[in-house]
């Protein structure tokens, strides 16, 4: 099974349908979704299956969550759309294709940031355990736990300064640095 979550990107060309189950909280289609766009785990995946899709021509990023081909169409739980050239966020209380109402993308590390050596933005990950609450920028959370404990969605984690990252292969210090400096 692929490990992390893909993107593909495109020119925007021939839009396809896509239905949604929470249609409320989601932008209708059609997304300009490709024929081979990769599905998160795979095509037999029974995880969460993001497919992520930039269009070049309109600096446009589009999501959705647990998605399904379906012939020349898809099918997702939920899809979100946004404008890579504005730091606008959803209405508050919206989920996206992930549970925090964030977009994915702008989180995942990408080969060539480790390749360059420096990641210069937050990183995304997930958490076994949320608590029923979320933190600017998120905008929903996806949990029933009020432990204060455990965290909001949006919260943000940094490493000490100090934690020691020789031990850690060059490929590795590259996350851990740009988690010491996550400001």
């Avoid at 021509?57 to 739980?77: F, M, N, P």
């Avoid at 420096?118 to 933190?135: C, N, P, S």
């Amino acid at each position: 099974m692929p490990i992390g979550i893909p993107f593909i990107l495109t020119s925007g060309a021939n839009p396809v349908p896509v239905s949604f189950e929470y249609t409320d909280e989601s932008e209708p289609g059609p997304y300009p979704i490709p024929h081979n766009a990769p599905i998160e785990g795979g095509e037999t995946s029974d995880g969460d299956r993001h497919v992520l899709v930039v269009e070049q021509k309109t600096c446009k990023l589009y999501e959705l969550y647990s998605a399904r081909k379906k012939g020349k169409s898809w099918t997702a739980v939920s899809g979100a759309v946004f404008d890579l050239k504005s730091n606008q966020l959803r209405p508050a209380n919206w989920t996206s294709a992930d549970a925090a109402g964030l977009p994915i993308l702008p989180g995942l590390v990408r080969y060539e940031e480790i390749a360059s050596g420096e990641i210069k933005h937050a990183i995304r990950f997930t958490a076994k355990k949320t608590q029923k609450a979320y933190l600017w920028p998120a905008r929903h959370y996806a949990s029933k736990i009020t432990d204060k404990n455990v965290p909001a969605m949006g919260t943000r984690f940094r490493l000490k300064a100090s934690f020691n990252i020789d031990g850690f292969s060059k490929e590795n210090q590259v996350i851990l640095r740009a988690l010491k400096n996550m400001e």
